[in-house]
């Protein structure tokens, strides 16, 4: 009788990489989407403003001297601009969430979303770049802002990259009864102690 294949997730022990991502995730989720990015639709004017409940003051003021020092895009705040960021609340702010609990838990659902999210972010920053390269709102510090914006840049190639087994980015398919010593990575005479 053949033994019935099942899948058993691979430790976050085995998957490194996944820990980059995983802090990726909860810087944006934290600083990014739901402090940087809500100032700027919370406030229209960085030039005429009072200080708004979230987020606080101090970064607030940190965004404000970003863009006086390095990135006017920031500052000048377009309609395009604002719907990116939009985008970033509404549409990644939950990805960050999904993608934090399926990552810590080996779910394969993951992998269309992450895929999903990799395309739109790098959409958003190559058009962010274009303008902070040769629109009317280019930065002064052009390479302090592309250094800036390139974890926006690897971290989708890299989950792109790292999706590539979908549908199952982190599970192995396994015979019935058998353990995580058999994974890959692990011999079958290793013991977990």
């Known amino acids: 009788m053949r033994n019935p294949l ?3 997730a691979i430790p976050l022990a085995q998957r490194p990489g996944d820990l980059v ?24 004017n960085p030039a005429r403003f009072s200080y708004p409940l979230w987020p606080p003051p101090f970064m607030v003021d940190a965004v404000h001297w970003w863009g006086r020092s390095f990135d006017p895009l920031l500052l000048a705040r377009p309609v395009w ?10 549409l990644f702010g939950p990805y960050y969430v999904a993608a934090l609990y399926a990552f810590l838990r080996a779910r394969d659902w993951i992998w269309l979303p992450s895929l999903v999210y990799s395309g739109l972010m790098l959409a958003n920053v190559t058009i962010i770049l274009g303008e902070e390269t040769w629109g ?20 989708p190639l890299y989950l792109i990259y790292r999706m590539r ?13 058998a353990t995580q010593a058999t994974l890959p990575g692990r011999h079958p005479h290793e013991i977990d102690g």
């Open 6 to 8: 099942t899948r058993q």
């Open 165 to 177: 087994t979908a549908p199952h980015p982190f599970t192995v398919a396994t015979s019935a009864g």
């Open 81 to 90: 601009w604002k719907m990116t960021i939009a985008v970033d609340s509404v």
């Open 136 to 155: 009317p709102y280019r930065s002064p510090q052009l390479g302090i802002v592309f250094l800036a914006n390139l974890p926006w840049i690897l971290a």
């Open 21 to 44: 991502l995983i802090a990726f995730f909860v810087v944006n989720l934290v600083v990014i989407t739901y402090m940087v990015d809500i100032e700027q639709l919370i406030i229209a």
